[in-house]
């Protein structure tokens, strides 16, 4: 069975939008349209998932820290989980 999670997916020149996907690295790397990595995001147990193209060296702060679309995901125990209601609240205004 396929498990679907909440993330948030920030694409250039867009809000942040709530989407609902595959919870797998499949799908993660259709959404970017590259290889992924991962970084912390300033909210803990949330994870930025971004085009592996790019170098990242620390938390980013502001959207412009991140080239191209980013999803931002929950994990739990190092396993993606969906985003809580707050976290989507606050990434998103961060984000944006």
Same mark, same amino acid.
């Given at each position: 069975? #396929?498990?679907?999670?909440?993330? #948030?997916? &920030?694409?250039?020149? /867009?809000? %942040?939008?709530? @989407?609902?996907?595959?919870?797998? #690295? /499949?799908?993660? +790397?259709?959404?970017? *349209? $590259?290889?992924? +990595?991962?970084? +912390? $995001?300033? @909210? %803990?147990?949330?994870?930025?998932?971004?085009?592996?193209? *790019?170098?990242?060296? *620390?938390?980013?702060? /502001? @959207?412009?820290?991140?080239?191209?679309?980013?999803?931002?995901?929950?994990?739990?125990?190092?396993?993606?989980?969906? #985003?809580?209601?707050?976290?989507?609240?606050?990434? $998103?205004? &961060?984000?944006?």
């Amino acid at each position: 069975m #396929l498990k679907w999670i909440t993330v #948030l997916v &920030v694409e250039p020149g /867009k809000v %942040p939008d709530v @989407r609902e996907l595959p919870n797998n #690295l /499949k799908a993660f +790397e259709l959404t970017i *349209q $590259s290889y992924i +990595e991962t970084v +912390e $995001s300033i @909210r %803990p147990g949330c994870l930025i998932v971004y085009d592996g193209n *790019q170098t990242l060296a *620390q938390k980013p702060i /502001k @959207r412009a820290d991140i080239k191209g679309t980013f999803i931002i995901i929950g994990v739990d125990n190092s396993e993606p989980v969906s #985003l809580s209601d707050v976290d989507i609240d606050i990434l $998103s205004e &961060v984000y944006k």
